[in-house]
């Protein structure tokens, strides 16, 4: 019969042991206890939540203290009869409980594991956590821009020493021993005959000692003057080109310069070039670029290679010409950026380079 009702508040253990189906000698147990109580044990069996409940559910169960055990203790006092029929109602009882355990345990394990699926499931239509990564310096952005033009337009780049002899800096390049760039206060010195490089000039040099003309190279790399404020730095970045052939001249040198500046900027730029003077180069011209604003903005030096550098380095000035420029990177970088003061280039501030990564 049903003697206990199943609630909320108790657990499937306190159920299966508030059964009295069972409390009674075997012999006055009939087969509508068992069948009860086999009900109730199922019915309690399958409210358990978690492995744990169900195992106390076996020790109380299948225990040596469970009810069945101590029924099953009491066959050898029955008679053959009676050991025939109440064996047959233990065997069924045992038989129903373990299947509703077994069942109730593979219910749970696929619940765990479908928990756990989910807790580790992993969304992929929605979009990953953002990650920060780094970019490249706006300098290297410019400088990376320049030599794309200059290598698609035949130029090869072309490197060399940072620290650089007097020879190489000044010498080479018909700047005289009173030229204003060689005093102390615009080079750093090491010595009497050695520096840090004031332009990439020197590369020149040695490649046209190196290499027989026809050349055509650019020169890019850090160079070093005694200079510090919003438009200039110790250390800034420099490209500087050379062509030598048996027919370069100035209309020439204009047709690339003009190029480049029209490729860099991506439109049409109006340019002037205003007569200058550089030791090593005759003629030479200061290229400048009218701004949005109306006014002419000066963007770099040129001019044709003078014919005593052309024979410092071995080549004939009679047989070959060539013209050479320099720019300054940091200059070109402001202009396409938009940005009026040099030294945010160095400062290291990530809320200002994150802008170009």
Avoid at 50 to 79: H, V
Avoid at 315 to 336: C, K, N, Q, V, W
């Amino acid at each position: 019969m049903m003697i206990t009702n199943m609630t909320d508040t108790h657990s499937p253990l306190d159920v299966v042991l508030a059964l009295s189906h069972l409390d009674k000698p075997l012999a006055d147990i009939s087969s509508d206890d068992f069948d009860d109580y086999a009900k109730q044990v199922i019915e309690a069996i399958g409210t358990a939540y978690d492995t744990a409940q169900l195992q106390e559910l076996k020790g109380a169960l299948q225990g040596k203290k469970s009810p069945i055990t101590a029924l099953s203790k009491q066959m050898g006092g029955l008679d053959s009869e009676g050991k025939k029929t109440y064996g047959a109602y233990l065997h069924e009882l045992r038989t129903r409980i373990a299947t509703a355990l077994d069942e109730r345990g593979a219910v749970l394990a696929k619940e765990a594991l479908n928990a756990k699926l989910m807790a580790e499931q992993i969304d992929i239509t929605l979009p990953p956590r953002h990650r920060p990564t780094g970019g490249l310096h706006p300098i290297t952005h410019t400088t990376q821009r320049m030599k794309k033009f200059f290598v698609q337009a035949g130029f090869s780049v072309a490197t060399g020493p940072e620290v650089e002899s007097d020879y190489y800096n000044f010498e080479a390049l018909n700047i005289p021993d009173h030229h204003p760039a060689r005093a102390m206060h615009d080079t750093f010195y090491f010595d009497a005959h050695y520096l840090l490089r004031t332009h990439t000039s020197g590369v020149q040099i040695r490649t046209m000692e190196k290499s027989e003309p026809p050349l055509r190279i650019i020169c890019p790399g850090r160079v070093y003057r005694c200079d510090s404020d919003q438009t200039h730095s110790p250390m800034f970045h420099q490209m500087e080109g050379l062509m030598i052939s048996k027919s370069s001249n100035f209309a020439e040198l204009k047709g690339v310069i003009h190029e480049f500046l029209n490729a860099f900027f991506g439109r049409e730029m109006t340019v002037r070039f205003r007569p200058s003077f550089f030791p090593f180069t005759e003629p030479s011209a200061e290229v400048d670029i009218l701004s949005d604003s109306g006014k002419w903005l000066e963007v770099l030096g040129c001019g044709m290679v003078h014919p005593q550098v052309l024979h410092n380095c071995g080549i004939d000035p009679d047989e070959y010409t060539g013209f050479a420029f320099g720019l300054g990177i940091e200059r070109f970088a402001m202009l396409y950026y938009d940005i009026d003061d040099l030294r945010v280039f160095f400062q290291n501030d990530v809320r200002f380079l994150g802008q170009f990564a």
